[in-house]
């Protein structure tokens, strides 16, 4: 149980171009989702929170209109890279949990299995 | 803000020796996670801590939560070319998010 999946799994676009990746859980209802990003040979760095139906909540630094949170119902949430630039490069994660709005770090997160981002 | 520290950042061992990866939070926390991330994978949950000094084993891991939840270890005893990867500690925030720690990238020469 638990399982995640993320699509695609790999990317390489254009600069300029936008980019969608979808989060699923596809056996739990995940009240919270999480975006993270990954550098190499660095920790997962959290760029947002989202539930379902609701605004996603943002760390500080992350651009909001560039990085478009959906989560759409309680087992899909999508990010969408707009106008992807190269430094946009890099691993992206989402994880799901099943705990509640603003006591989802309390419990597991499931991961998905990544999508690799190459913007040339 | 709250920060979540691990130390090595790096380990090479001998095939058979035993590695240990420490873990220590700026605040104190309700309950402590470990992750590990093989390399060009994706994190994968082993365990959750969650009483004061609590140890808890998976065959040769060792996790140990410290007296006063402020600190964390995994200990691997016999380390295999299978245990390579990156260790992840994480710990709750007071604002419902997981700080992650730098991890601890473990190498293991057969």
């Known amino acids: 149980g638990a399982v995640v999946s993320q699509h695609p799994s790999w990317v390489i676009c254009k600069s300029g171009t936008s980019v969608k990746i979808e989060c699923r859980s596809l056996d739990f209802q995940a009240t919270t989702m999480f975006w993270y990003r990954q550098f190499p040979k660095q920790s997962l760095m959290l760029m947002a929170t989202s539930n379902e139906g609701s605004k996603a909540t943002y760390e500080q630094g992350v651009e909001k209109d560039k990085f478009l949170i959906n989560h759409a119902s309680l087992t899909l949430s999508t990010l969408t890279v707009t106008s992807a630039h190269p430094e946009d490069s890099s691993f992206y994660i989402c994880s799901a949990s099943q705990g509640a709005p603003g006591l989802a770090g309390q419990e597991t997160q499931y991961f998905g299995p990544g999508t690799r981002l190459l913007v040339l | 803000g709250q920060q979540v520290m691990q130390i090595p950042q790096y380990q090479h061992v001998q095939e058979g020796e035993d590695f240990t990866t420490y873990c220590n939070s700026s605040?104190?926390?309700?309950?402590i996670q470990w992750y590990k991330q093989r390399p060009g994978g994706h994190p994968v949950f082993l365990i959750q801590?969650?009483?004061?000094?609590e140890v808890k084993k998976q065959k040769r891991l060792t996790f140990q939560f410290g007296e006063a939840k402020k600190n964390s270890s995994l200990h691997i005893t016999a380390t295999q070319t299978t245990d390579v990867g990156t260790y992840f500690c994480?710990?709750?925030?007071?604002?419902?998010?997981?700080?992650f720690g730098q991890g601890t990238t473990l190498q293991v020469k057969p």
């Open positions: 994480a710990g709750p925030s007071n604002t419902g998010k997981l700080i």
């Open positions: 605040t104190t926390l309700s309950n």
């Open positions: 801590l969650v009483k004061s000094g």
